[in-house]
């Protein structure tokens, strides 16, 4: 058999191994790694190489050393599942690296981490004086995460006693110029409902590069030729001008009509109306 044949039969061979084995282990994005993850991929990594360029003559010695790394991680994997004590030992425990603003100096030095190296990963949060920071852990995979103090965290509607519409997924129905039925369906939408929307602003769908639907049917629209204006979400404001216009219309018959009966079911009416439109508020806004 030729070298350049054999060197391609071996690649795409180790290769596909190597996704069965990074399928078994999960999922990680490469923040996620810990040490021992990272270790276990160079090791892996290292012996599809030599193998793939011979350096291992024997294809079946490499298959069956680097089918051993892959169960003997996979079985690590699945028992740090089990056990908290395997999982430290294996991937490391999380340590305590700031408390009520004050540095713990020496965690630090335990984790190998200097002060820059902390002041440098709170900057990654945003967070630039370490007197704001009441609590500070310094995960198994190296990154900080941090709980300002009460004093200092940003202010949300529950701290001003506003209650706030609920936000579902937002789903994308055109992705370049395709639209997909799927997420359509998701949102309970349909590609006639699309068409209607894409007709209002003269729009086909061939045209748009992306366009996204929220929880309140707003359809937001990027097209491929950015000259080209798209008019804002306008659903919830239409929605909210209804409303005001039928309560007012009320309001009108109330003070027109000469019946005592009516005008009470006028009012009536109009105070229902206004008391949807309160419950409404944050859904509207």
Known sequence: MPIWLDLII??????????????????????????????????????AAAVSLRIVENVWYGFTVLLTWGLAGTGLSFISLKSK?????????????????????????????TPEDLLQQLRRKQIFRVADVEFALMESNGEINALLKTNRQPISPQHLGVEAAPETGTQTVILDGNIMDESLGAMGLNRGWLQTELDKVGISHENVFLAQVDSMGDLYLDLFDDAIQTPQPTTRQLLQSSLEKAKADLDTFSLDTEDVQAKKMYQHCSKELASILYDLRPLLK
């Open 10 to 47: 071996r690649s795409v061979s180790f290769l596909v191994l190597l996704i069965v084995i990074s399928r078994l282990l999960g999922r990680k994005i490469a923040a996620q790694m810990t040490y021992f993850d990272i270790i276990f991929a160079m090791g892996i990594g290292v012996i």
């Open 85 to 113: 004590w395997i999982r430290d030992m294996v991937h490391g425990r999380e340590a305590v690296v700031i408390k009520h603003g004050k540095i713990m100096e020496d965690q630090l030095k335990k984790m190998r981490f």
